[in-house]
Each structure stands twice: as C-alpha cells, then as structure tokens.
C-alpha cells in the first residue's frame, strides 16, 4: 500500500507490471521504494504526492488509495466533492469516492504520451470543497518493453567500389524503437559472412547506430552482390529483435562517399512561423568528381509518422528544409529528422536534424467554472464561496501565466489559489437592494503582448424573510356615515414589504385597541388579502361615535413579521331624529295643554317656553321654533331660537280670551324633521272671570260666528267638569302634603334657581337646564305659583342630548328637582 510523501519527495514510489516469458498478464506486483533517510531530510519542502507506475497497465487497476494518502476521511469523500481535474489525466485517470482508490480509466502509452522524452508524467490536480484544498498529484509513466525494434526500410541497398580498401567503414541506418533507456536499442549483429563485420556506434545524443566494416577487398567479377542480414536487438526482458536486409552492390571508381559538416544539427524555430519557411540548410561534400560528386538529400526517416503529414520538405539538390505547415507549439515541441546525402555512386552519409520550436503567446487563458453555486441567500455570511474557477493558457513560460481580477464593482472578492481562482462574498449582501449580479472575470496572460479572455456569470440572490410589512401611514382616519349598509366596503390599508414570494405576501387582521371594548368583529371585517374593511352591522351614531381599530399586517415568510397601525372610523350623524318636546308635554291635561294668561300683561311677558331636544349633533340638532296654527291677528310671538312665547302687544276687553297656537319645532338636518305641540293660551287674572267673558264675547260676536260660538260654550262646559275633578284631587293630595316654599309670580320668575355646575353640563344644547316642569291650576289664590318636588323616578338622558353630542347611549341620571305650575283659576 503507498503512502505519500508529505513534504518534498527525495525519492519517488516505483510499481512495476511485471511479465512473464510468455508475455501474458499473470498479475499485478506492486513495489514499493521508499527512501526513509532521504525523506526525513527533505519532509517539509513540498506538498506534492508523486506516484510511479508502469506504462500498459489493465483498465481500472488500482494505483494507489489516494485518500489516506492525501489524509483524508473516506466518508466525507462524497460531501467534500474530491475530483479529479486536468484536461489530460482525466482521460487516464478515475477516482472513487465510494473508497478513495485511484483506478487506471484506459490504456496509457508512454510513447504516445511522451514520445522519447527521458521522464514521462502525468499530472492532475485533487480538488475537495467544503473547505476548498487542491493537492497536486504527479503520476511518473514508466516504460516497459512493449515496443520492437525495428529498421525504417526492410532493405538497405549499399554501392561499395570495388577498389575499397579494407577497413573502410559504411555507416548504416539505424534501426528505431520507441522505448527508452534498456528497452530501446542496445546491440546490433550482422549475420555470418568473410567479407564483412559490424560494429555498433553512439553519437552524442545517446542514439546508437550501426557501421559495417569491410574486412577483406571486394571483387565484383566474383561476387557483385553480397546480401546480409543486420539484426537489432533491444535490452529489455525479454529481448526484442528486429532485422533489415543489406544488400551490398559492388560496383566500380566510386571510392569516396558523401559526408555532412555535422552528425547533429540542431535548430530553433518559432511557432506559427509562416508556411514555406526556411528551416536549415544542409551540407554535404563528396571528394570525387563527375556524377560520383552529384549528391542527392532526402528524408531517410522520421520521427513518428511526421513524414506522413509532410509538415517538412527537403530540397534534392540543396539541402534546404522548409514547412509545409504552420508548427504548433502546444502539440509538438521538437522534432527529429533523419536526413541522408546520397553521391551518383550509390554511396550514402546519414546525419540528424533537432528542431526545436519555442512558444508564441498565440493561445488566450481559458476560464472554466469549476463550481458555481446560483441563486444564495441574500443573509449569507461574509466569505462564502461562490464559485470555483480554473484558469488555463496552453502557453509556456510567461506566456502561459495568467493574471485574473473582477472588473466590476461589486461586493465579492477573487482569490488565487495556484491555477484556482475563488470568488467569496466580501459583506452582507441585500436582494432588496440588489437582487441580482453579473460578474464578469477577466483573464489576461503576461506574454508580450498580452491575450485576454472574459467570462461573465450570473448570480442570483434569493430572498429571505428579512424586512416586515410597511403601512404608508401610521394611523388612517375614515369617516363612514351612520344607518350605513351592512356589508359595505368602509375604507381599504394596505401596506407592501419589499421581500418576494411567500415572505412578501401580507395578511391583515384587525383587533380592539382596547380588550375591555366590545369585540370589533361583531362590527367589522377585513379582507384578508387586499385590506379593505367591511361594516358588519349598521351604525349609530347615537350609540357609538368612533372605533379604535389595531390593523395588523403580517407577511407569510417563516418566521412572519408583522407590523401595526391604528384605523380610527369616525362614525358621520344623519338626521334620523326627529326633535322631542320635552315641555309642555301633550300628556298633560289631555290633547291640549293649557296656559294661563295674566290679563294685564304687558308687551313681551313672558307666557311660558316650548322646550325640546334633539338626539342627532351638529348642525342636525339646532333646532328653532314657528308657530303654524295662530289666529289673526295674533296677540302672541315665539322666540325662533330658545321657544319663549311672549306677548306681542297689550290685551283689551273686546280681545278673545282663549288662543289655540300650534307650535313646530324643526331641526337644521337635511331633509329636516319636525315635531309640533297645540298650545291653548287663555287670557284671565282667575278661572272665574273666564265664563263671564266668553258669554260677553259670543254675544258681541257676528250671528255668523254661532257655530263658532256653540263650539267655545261646549268646550267650557266639558272643560269646567275635567277641571273640577282634577281640583279635587289635588285638593285631597294637597292636605296630605308638606307646605310647599312660596315662589314669585309667573310673569317675573317662570323658571327656578339652578345650580351653575348644571348649568355648564349642558350649554351647548336647547334645553339649557335639566328641569322638566308641569302646568297645574290651583283653586286658592294664596298659594305659591310654583311648587318643587323630587321624584324617585330617574329620567332618561335622551331627553338631554344635546345637539352637539347625542352618544351619551340610555344611561339615566337623577333629576335633583321636578317643577310643577299651580294656577289658581280653574280652566275650561
């Protein structure tokens, strides 16, 4: 089992695939090299975790448990989202979060991958989240021997004069195998023969290449050709062998053969150089003369399949190598031609060619977003990851490193980690004021000039339950008026809250302001939804003049907020009462009521007043006064504002002495009501002197008035027999009773003292005192005017509402005095 390398790895792990003979995959043996001294030197450089691993292993072995390795808990693998990330080994590579093994995904080629470098890795990065780490993960491809040996042509066609000396030696092609160090080429052999041996050459690159050495002189009358197989043979385990004809012409004269200035030739391109362009140009020189010096330059091979997509050219005659096709830096960074200069005598040099191509800042960084997490709670604390994003420029060297930043202003940051950018939250975010951001990443590389790419993304912010409902005033006023329709809309509040969804969805309630009041649904409702008030009865005025109202407001978030403001209803008085005399009262004395007049009464005594109340406020209770039914011309007037009827002039003997006056009593309410109450004014110093007159009156009257006049002695005569009885029981009454106090005359004080405290109770009102007073008729003459007494009966307080305040309800207050009137004549 590995375990990795915490700090700098000094050394590295080694596995190696192990094959036997028969070169079938009988197992997997893993081996483990760790160098414990070199590591405990060198522990505390470097965080990098470096495996090895054979080239060719099976899909889906396990190269290592990379958890335990990186430390990590294997149950949180999957919360932690562990990945792997690179453009390149994800197609090799696979991690398992089930159990933290790292597997081989599919087949790795170290040739492929690697070509001939010496060293082949792989290299991915270990992303977990929550918190975010990277881990880099390098993964050393080791090369088995998989690869044969082998020659690019099956034949090797070598002219050799006849006239070569022994000695001479003719360099061969070399045989190519894609493997490194022990597995590539080692030793070549050359089958069994008199004329030749082969001997085996190493140029300074390391590559090795075969000579073949002529041992004895060559006679092309004897043998002209000579054939020989040259085996190759590679140093892996097992060996690998491949092999080439050589087929050696003799001919004749051609005794020297082409040479190069140089074995290697190594050169520098840039990328994206133009198409056509001039690599290098070789040279080869031949010391012999006429069509032996006329050399020829081809490709005698080349590295890979590159002769196949001609991306180079060679000119025959001049040596001069050129490109097909534009280079590309991050494909390919060098090359490897094998180039030859063959003379018109058959004779051949070989020589190699290194093209080496440097990087052009030719590619923009790429941004992938790795992470993102889209809509966040706008209540998200400060530091929070947004996202995760790579950056990548295939460039090299500064070309391929990269500057990132946010060109916006707005409140989140960009953290670099490595090749990893973070973007967090900076402060509290609020979706009320901001519900959405574009953020745009700019990525700029620092090659000359520099290439920069931009990606934007879109971050939504979603609400949370954070601001609650807001009245746009803190109280309402409405003014609804009385006798209103139940069911009818009253008024409407509303309040809004800057929130969305459910957290912005208002419900309204009402309550009492007060819990002693009667329940306010009885009265009113809401509606829920939009706020507007429904009256659930009809209102009176006289009974309630204004409700207090708590209006609620909560939102559906969770938890709900709520707030309150007040809704006070003013309940608006129509005139739906009519006035109520309260004196004199019908009741009294039958149909009519009767008042006596002092015959000598001078102009503007005062006769008695008309008293009354109205239970309605404001302009519907001023009420004023009219007479309606009076006889021409009249001897009375009426006081318009207080009721007072007075005498308008002085009265004669020739004057009628009985007056029936209707009086109306109207309200200021639009339509107006009225109430009326007959006045019968008889006009005598005693009751006796009434008959006497009456007879005279009707003598003197005009034979047309006998009907009249019949009517009069009917009503005296029914009158006089109701009077009688009434004296006699108030005769009896009065012989039970107390004395009474004495009072003053009618004609200079008609109403009693009265306390001032009382008085200012009601001075807004008609009636100005709570006094209601009776009219009676005494027998003897030396009896007081007036009487007081006080009733054990309460009085209602409807017949004291005033105009200007008629909510008082139907409580009852004791009334301190009742004020009756004697008369002492008798009435008709």
């Known amino acids: 089992m590995y375990q990795p390398f915490k700090g700098r790895f000094c050394g590295r792990f080694h596995m190696q695939k192990m094959k036997p003979h028969t070169q079938t995959y009988k197992g997997i043996r893993w081996q483990v090299i760790f160098p414990f001294l070199l590591s405990w030197l060198c522990h505390s450089v470097s965080g990098q975790i470096h495996y090895s691993i054979v080239e060719e292993m099976r899909k889906d072995s396990v190269i290592a448990n990379i958890a335990e390795d990186l430390g990590l808990d294997i149950k949180q693998l999957s919360s932690r989202k562990l990945r792997i990330v690179s453009r390149v080994s994800e197609k090799y590579f696979s991690v398992n979060v089930d159990n933290g093994n790292l597997y081989i995904k599919d087949r790795i080629d170290r040739e492929t991958l690697c070509e001939t470098e010496a060293t082949c890795f792989l290299t991915f990065d270990a992303v977990v989240e929550n918190p975010f780490t990277i881990f880099k993960i390098k993964v050393e491809i080791q090369d088995v021997n998989d690869n044969y040996p082998h020659f690019f042509h099956n034949t090797i066609i070598l002219e050799i004069i006849e006239l070569t000396s022994p000695g001479a030696r003719f360099v061969l092609q070399n045989a190519e195998d894609p493997d490194i160090g022990i597995n590539s080429v080692q030793t070549y052999r050359l089958s069994d023969n008199q004329y030749f041996t082969l001997t085996t050459k190493t140029r300074a690159d390391g590559s090795k290449f075969p000579e073949l050495v002529l041992e004895k002189p060559l006679d092309r009358e004897t043998q002209n050709v000579h054939e020989l197989i040259v085996l190759v043979l590679d140093g892996g385990n097992p060996v690998k062998s491949g092999t080439a004809l050589v087929k050696v012409i003799v001919t004749d004269g051609n005794d020297n053969a082409p040479t190069f200035t140089q074995d290697l030739y190594k050169v520098t391109i840039k990328e994206n150089n133009p198409i056509n362009s001039t690599v290098i140009v070789l040279n080869a020189t031949d010391r012999d003369e006429g069509i032996n010096a006329e050399i020829t330059y081809s490709f005698s091979k080349t590295s890979g399949d590159l002769h196949h997509t001609g991306i180079f050219s060679i000119h025959p005659t001049n040596g001069e190598i050129k490109t097909n096709k534009y280079l590309d830096f991050e494909v390919t960074k060098k090359y490897e031609l094998s180039v030859q200069a063959k003379d018109g005598g058959g004779l051949v040099a070989h020589s ?239 149909p009519a009521v009767f008042e006596m007049v002092p015959f000598a009464s001078e102009q503007g005594s005062l006769i008695t007043k008309v008293v009354a109340v109205d239970s309605d406020s404001g302009h519907n209770a001023w009420l004023s006064y009219h007479f309606i039914q009076v006889s021409e011309p009249s001897h009375f007037t009426i006081s318009q504002h207080t009721g007072e009827i007075r005498t308008s002039r002085v009265f004669h003997d020739k004057d009628i002495l009985n007056h029936k006056v209707v009086v109306m009593v109207k309200d200021n309410g639009d339509p107006s009501l009225t109430a009326t109450v007959t006045l019968s004014l008889i006009v005598a110093d005693n009751f006796q002197q009434v008959v006497p007159k009456l007879s005279n009156q009707l003598k003197d009257e005009d034979p047309q008035s006998n009907l009249q006049l019949y009517l009069v002695i009917a009503l005296a005569l029914i009158s006089l027999l109701f009077i009688i009885t009434v004296l006699l029981v108030i005769i009896s009454k009065c012989k039970q009773s107390k004395p009474l106090p004495t009072f003053t005359s009618l004609s200079t004080n008609l109403y009693p003292p009265v306390d001032p405290r009382m008085l200012s109770m009601y001075s807004d009102g008609s009636l100005p005192f709570p006094y209601s007073y009776n009219v009676c008729v005494a027998l003897d003459s030396s009896e007081s005017d007036f009487t007081y007494r006080k009733p054990n009966q309460n009085v209602p307080v409807e017949n004291l509402i005033d105009a200007d305040d008629s909510g008082l309800g139907k409580e009852t207050f004791p009334i301190s005095d009742e004020v009756s009137f004697y008369n002492k004549e008798n009435v008709m």
């Open 352 to 590: 190699k060619v290194l093209i080496e191509v440097t990087d052009e800042n030719d590619n923009v960084p790429d941004i992938s977003i790795t992470s993102f997490s889209s809509p966040i709670p706008e209540d998200c604390e400060p530091g929070t990851m947004i996202a995760l994003i790579e950056i990548h420029d295939k460039d090299s060297g500064e070309n391929g490193e990269v500057d990132c930043n946010i060109i916006e202003k707005i409140p989140f940051d960009l953290f670099s980690s490595d090749s990893y950018y973070r973007i967090v939250s900076r402060n509290v975010l609020d979706r009320e004021k901001v519900s959405s951001y574009n953020i745009t990443i700019v990525a700029t590389d620092r090659g000359s000039p520099p290439l920069s790419s931009r990606r934007t993304i879109r971050l939504e912010i979603s609400d949370v339950n954070d601001n609650p409902p807001i009245f746009m005033k803190s109280s309402y006023v409405a003014y609804v008026p009385e006798n209103n329709l139940p069911g009818a809309s009253i008024c409407s509040v509303q309040a809004s809250d800057p929130d969305t969804g459910d957290n912005a969805k208002i419900i309204y309630s009402i309550s009492n302001t007060n819990t002693e009041e009667l329940p306010v649904s009885s009265y009113l409702s809401i509606n829920i939804e939009t706020g507007v008030l429904y009256a659930q009865r009809s209102f009176d005025y006289e009974q309630h003049k204004e409700f207090l109202i708590k209006v609620t407001a909560r939102d559906n978030g969770s938890p709900s907020l709520s707030s309150n403001a007040t809704l006070i209803i003013c309940i608006v008085d129509r005139n739906d009462n009519a006035p109520k005399i309260l004196y004199p009262s019908a009741d009294i004395g039958g």
